[in-house]
């Protein structure tokens, strides 16, 4: 088992994951499965991450056993919706007809839900303007595939546009058949409004620049180059590429830079 776990993690590392974690998912002492995380970013996962992913993996595996006493069946079930529920991510769970099973208060607020049941809902009853492509991933999410994307624009049926970081994964019976599909996202609607403030802004100084016969120079308070606009830049003692991050007296020297500093 060891060295199954060491080629995942080198096959994952090789693939340019950065931070590898594989969990297995145990009751008692048979192991049902390996839920397994991997993302780009070094050393995202904490001490204090892997041990609520190990918990989130204890109940989910209890969840998918099949127990005979259906006692036991209930108790496994409502601790996994308790610990999804508290989760501080923005999770939800789907059974193989896409109707809700665990939800966490994240997933609520993120999509404005407050004051909603959910659970046992169909998820395109709740998202009635999720289009048919999206539904056709959730459909190859359910036939086992693994699936993440950044930066996608979903437009809510208000009209109000929400971007998403989203990725899925399907979770298992303890028979081995798919038994439906995890969503995680992360909301980043006001990073990219920033972002794409950023970019206008940019545009409307460039425009601003290109009617002018000056040239424009942003300087931090070391008096280093951020950043240059100039309609004609031959005009400049030197390319912008090799002026951008050095300061005034590395460009011109200490005579004439000291002038401008």
Known sequence: ???????????????????????????????????????????????QSIALWERLADYLALSLSRFTVEDARRESEEKLRMLIEYAP????????????????????????????????????????????????????????????????????????????????????LADGSIGGIVLFSEDITTLKESEQAALESERQMRALVTSLDDIVFELDEQGTYLNIWAADESKLVQPKEKLLGRTIIDALGVEQGSKFV
């Open 89 to 172: 991510v923005a999770l939800a769970m789907f059974d193989s007809s896409m109707h809700y099973v665990a939800v966490s208060r994240r997933w609520i607020s993120d999509y404005h839900l407050e004051g909603q049941k959910l659970i046992g809902k169909h998820h395109y009853d709740i998202f009635p303007e999720i289009t048919e492509e999206i539904r056709q991933i959730h459909q190859r999410g359910l036939k086992g595939e693994s699936l993440k994307e950044n930066g996608v624009k979903f437009e809510r049926l208000d009209g109000s546009i929400q971007w998403l970081s989203w990725e899925m994964r399907p979770w298992y």
């Open 1 to 47: 088992e060891a060295d199954r776990q060491a080629r995942t993690r080198n096959r994952c590392n090789g693939e340019g994951y950065e931070s590898v974690a594989l969990i297995p998912l145990r009751v008692g002492e048979k192991t049902l499965g390996l839920m397994q995380l991997n993302d780009t970013r070094k050393d995202l996962f904490s001490t």
